[in-house]
């Protein structure tokens, strides 16, 4: 199974939010950072900027009760894809 990393904070999801073709977003939320797919993460800078905001705040999961008891915030960052860095 294909793994895609959001392009925010790299939460890696069984299915892309983007579509198929990385070309239809869901507009669905990241359950860590909280981007809107398609929306907030549309090109390379709007996701680092949105990071940037996001790790300002604390990098808090925006629904923490899907936080894992494991969680580390810096693997998780190391799965952000390249272009999106």
């Not at 981007?35 to 549309?42: A, E, L, R, S, T």
């Not at 705040?57 to 923490?64: D, E, L, T």
């Not at 936080?67 to 693997?75: A, G, K, R, V, Y």
Request: glycine content about 8%.
């Amino acid at each position: 199974m294909a793994i895609w990393y959001c392009r925010v904070c790299g939460l890696d999801y069984d299915v892309s939010p983007w579509g198929p073709q990385e070309a239809a977003p869901d507009y669905s939320t990241c359950a860590c950072c909280g981007v809107v797919f398609g929306y907030d993460d549309q090109t390379a800078a709007s996701a680092t900027a949105y990071r940037n905001s996001w790790l300002e705040a604390g990098g808090k999961w925006f629904y923490p009760r899907m936080q894992p008891s494991d969680w580390q915030l810096q693997p998780q960052l190391a799965q952000i894809p390249e272009p999106y860095r």
